[in-house]
Nanobody
Framework: QVSLVEYGGGLVQAGGSLRLSCAVSARTLSSSTLGWFRQAPGKEREFVAHISWTDGGTNYADSVKGRFSISRDKAKNTVYLQMNSLKPEDTAVYYC????????????????WGQGTQVTVAS
């Protein structure tokens, strides 16, 4: 069974921090890239960050560079998204996703998705 389960969303004041976690099932570890996306009401799902499961290489959207950090813990089969200096415009449902290919950027290239977790940043 392939599954991704996100944890850690919630309500935070602007300038605050949250850490999202994504528990990855063992069968999904055949995937090469784990990514985070977000979708705000009325907007398309957008790329936030991704990490290579093999070598830990990362990439970020310009809007979150310097504020967000993606990491993985292979022993726990978990991917994290540390979000600092949060802004109201970061409010969205955040999704964890897995792709078989390396370094993929757009939603159609990801085969597996979690159910999403809500992040709300109050001004």
């Amino acid at each position: 069974q392939v599954s991704l389960v996100e944890y850690g969303g919630g309500l935070v004041q602007a300038g605050g921090s949250l850490r999202l976690s994504c528990a990855v099932s063992a069968r999904t570890l055949s995937s090469s890239t784990l990514g985070w996306f977000r979708q705000a009401p009325g907007k398309e799902r957008e790329f936030v960050a991704h990490i290579s499961w093999t070598d830990g290489g990362t990439n970020y959207a310009d809007s979150v560079k310097g504020r967000f950090s993606i990491s993985r813990d292979k022993a726990k089969n978990t991917v994290y998204l540390q979000m600092n200096s949060l802004k109201p415009e970061d409010t969205a449902v955040y999704y964890c996703a897995a792709a078989v290919r390396e370094s993929v950027w757009i939603p159609p290239e990801y085969e597996y998705w979690g159910q999403g977790t809500q992040v709300t940043v109050a001004s």
